[in-house]
């Protein structure tokens, strides 16, 4: 274990005392006055290793990261999980935009709202199934050209509002979870909506339930409303676009 | 609507046999990636309606009985109207669709390269002889130090104290220009990568991801970063000597790329990190940059996650602002960029683009070169120029005009049989080059043309020690943004302008 003061450090410092550590095999990392700091656990290895995280994270965090634990205390900021592969990033506040691009594998869970275009182009594969949790609302461009993995939207502010433009266009692959129903079909031409079956509460609900752990939430006020799903209407939906010279 | 198959579009070329030296050894179906010949019971038909004129099967034809011709039934020749326009209008009006082709533009617009000259030495400076004495060609890529700092030793000897950024290291100023795994064969990508460790050059991964067949190369690889992120993860970006973000394309610029689903099997799949059957898609920006200090963003994450032990490459395509573009980028922290000129090759993009939209390398590399010097930041990156170097002479007035190294696709894969038919984008490449049939693929013989290919480099390295020679220079350093020994012939006031050459005579 080993507490790191990052109070006026530069990210390049914080970062390398960081891979240091995992190096000398330090497992729990507590990182005090974070204020900003970009590329807090960037491309760093090790299913056991887990950084708490006290202050607000700077951009870029858990990119390209391959198994760590990401404990955020407070709100995060943009480009959360991009391309990671494996790995757990909690955010106990709202998240910036550009949450999970390209993310590969892994879990994001954010406590609050995720900012605009969250899940784009994200994808799984064979195994790796990434999935995001947000417990409140997101902002536009939400999963475009999502390919792959697990969206749950939940909503826990239990306002019927919806209010996120190009809502999954291009989305070829993957589930999005909504806590709620909303007509979509305004938002996005490439998906369908359908209520969600007793498979699909049995798949989500380990998840959910870790959601809820994490947190501490009482599950049941999570799983206490019908879920929906949105998946895309094909796997390539620009295959009819084009024409051979 | 209903759909007709009657369609207005005739065979571009004929496939005509001489039945009098045809042996009906079926070579030719077997070659033919098209589907043009099959046995009629005695004699080989063909549909001339499937042929593209890949030069496959008459390459093949032990006996010369094959001769590909173009269809001389004609479409009345007209300046204004073509015969690709009609086509073009035809086809779409048949489909709907947007018309897509493989390799660069086939429009004629000038090429400027073709009307440059290079200087040489008479008289009041002798010229060298490359064959007796050492000229020197090898490369270094990447940020050079504005300022050195040296001590003196206890023997009062100069030692450097600076500690210089990563450099890729090369033999000779060329590299193989991104051609990912997927819009290429495997054995291609490996071609390319055994004349790389050959000549001390590198490839580019493409978009595609790393197969673990190239894994050994990654002394000769760059790997790079497109906006589909496909098979882009810490161990993929620590695998190379550098790691490139790819913004642009020369032949599409703007535009992102789909590999169709059928493409991606088993092979691709793992290599890309998708499922198969599904659409690789490219987003046509990376969602995560919208602005410079996005890209000074990823440009620092990719930094960050190999230690900053490798030089990160930015790769655009030359559009109109294309100098204060790579003026941003180099203060986003690139330590190469790479500028892909408007008549650079793709496995597949619409021609509406191909066609209309960039500029041409020779004046963005000189606009580029000069606005650097001007800003005193040309040392901060190495500039890599591509978008169809089609010879030695092309990749030494290149250097000239300001470039550190040039890249080669299109070039490369005409050594591996390619004849530019354009057809990249069917997957029915009977070259075995870009396609994934495993009946295709299996003829490209890596080693093969793997040594071709270290043969045209080395010819062509040859040829820029003569140039070199020539013009009295030991070092490709000493020809790198030398403007003064380019002339121009044919060229306005406005283009000698743009690319900072004078006329010649002048």
């Known amino acids: ?245 | 609507m209903t759909k007709s198959s009657f369609s207005n579009i005739q065979s571009e070329y004929l496939a005509l046999i001489d039945h009098n030296k045809c042996v009906r050894c079926k070579r030719c179906i077997q070659n033919c990636g098209w589907g043009t010949y099959s046995f009629g019971g005695d004699k080989i038909l063909a549909d001339h309606s499937k042929c593209v004129a890949c030069g496959r099967c008459y390459t093949y034809c032990p006996e010369g009985a094959i001769s590909i011709v173009k269809n001389p039934t004609v479409i009345r020749e007209n300046a204004n109207w073509s015969e690709g326009l009609i086509k073009n209008i035809w086809r779409q009006s048949e489909t709907g669709g947007i018309v897509i082709s493989g390799m660069g533009t086939t429009f004629k617009y000038k090429k400027y390269f073709d009307h440059i000259l290079l200087d040489a030495c008479q008289v009041t400076n002798p010229s060298i002889d490359p064959l007796r004495e050492p000229m020197e060609l090898r490369t270094y890529l990447g940020k050079k130090p504005s300022r050195l700092d040296v001590d003196l030793d206890e023997n009062g000897e100069a030692v450097l104290k600076s500690k210089m950024p990563p450099q890729i290291e090369l033999q000779t100023p060329f590299i193989f220009g991104a051609m990912s795994y997927g819009s290429i064969s495997l054995n291609a990508q490996k071609a390319m990568a055994l004349a790389a460790r050959a000549l001390g050059i590198v490839m580019n991964t493409g978009e595609g991801g790393l197969h673990d067949d190239l894994v050994p190369f990654g002394k000769n690889i760059i790997v790079q970063v497109a906006s589909g992120r496909f098979g882009v993860h810490r161990d993929y970006l620590n695998s190379g000597v550098a790691v490139e973000i790819k913004i642009g394309q020369g032949a599409k610029p703007g535009i992102g790329g789909h590999l169709p689903g059928e493409k991606i099997g088993a092979d691709i799949s793992r290599t890309r990190m998708i499922p198969v059957g599904t659409d690789a898609i490219s987003p046509a920006p990376h969602h995560d940059i919208y602005s410079i200090e996005d890209l000074r963003q990823l440009i620092y994450a990719i930094k960050e996650a190999t230690d900053y032990e490798k030089p990160v490459s930015v790769k655009v395509a030359a559009v109109h602002n294309i100098a204060a573009i790579v003026s941003g980028i180099v203060r986003a922290g690139a330590d190469i960029v790479y500028i892909d000129g408007y008549t650079g090759g793709t496995g597949a993009a619409p021609n509406i683009i191909k066609d209309h939209v960039g500029i041409p390398i020779e004046l963005a590399l000189a606009q580029v070169d000069e606005r650097l010097r001007e800003e005193g930041i040309r040392n901060e990156a190495s500039i890599i120029a591509a978008g169809s170097i089609r010879s030695s002479a092309d990749a030494v007035k290149a250097i000239a005009l300001g470039a550190d190294a040039v890249a080669i696709g299109t070039a490369a894969l005409v050594v591996m049989g390619c004849h530019v038919c354009g057809k990249c984008n069917t997957g029915n490449c009977s070259w075995g080059i870009t396609t994934q049939r495993p009946e295709l693929v299996r003829r490209l013989d890596p080693e093969v043309y793997g040594e071709r290919l270290y043969n045209l480099i080395s010819a062509w390295s040859h040829e820029i020690q003569e140039v070199l020679g020539a013009m009295g220079v030991n070092s490709i350093e000493s020809l790198r943004g030398s403007r003064e020994r380019l002339r121009g012939v044919e060229l306005t006031d406005a283009e000698l302008k743009a690319l900072g050459i004078k006329h010649a005579g002048l």
């Open chain 1, 1 to 245: 274990m080993i507490t790191i003061d990052a109070a006026g450090m530069h990210y390049k410092e914080l970062n390398r005392l960081i891979r240091e550590g995992i190096g000398k095999g330090i497992k729990k990392f507590f990182l005090e006055n974070v204020n900003g700091q970009y590329y807090i656990g960037d491309g760093i290895k090790g299913d056991d290793v887990v950084i708490n995280i006290n202050g607000i994270p700077g951009n870029d965090l858990g990119v390209f990261m391959d198994g760590p634990t990401l404990i955020v205390n407070n709100n995060a900021q943009d480009n959360i999980g991009n391309t990671m592969n494996a790995g757990k990033i909690l955010i106990k506040g709202d998240a910036g935009d550009v949450v999970g691009y390209g993310m590969r594998g892994g879990k994001i869970y954010i406590l609050g709202n995720a900012g605009y275009r969250v899940g784009i182009h994200m994808k799984g594969y064979n195994e790796q199934l990434p999935i995001i949790i947000i417990g409140g609302e997101v902002g536009s461009f939400f999963a475009e050209y999502m390919a792959g993995g697990i969206i749950v939207l939940l909503g826990l502010n239990d306002s019927d509002e919806f209010d996120s433009e190009y809502f999954a266009s291009g989305m070829h692959g993957g589930t999005i979870y909504l806590r709620k129903k909303i007509d979509f079909s305004k938002y996005s031409k490439d998906v369908e909506l359908y209520e969600t079956d007793e498979n699909d509460m049995n798949f989500l609900k380990k998840y959910l339930i870790d959601y809820a752990d994490s947190f501490n939430i009482p599950s049941e006020e999570i799983m206490g409303k019908p879920f929906y799903k949105i998946v895309p209407s094909s796997a390539r939906p620009y295959a009819h676009l084009y024409t051979s010279a």
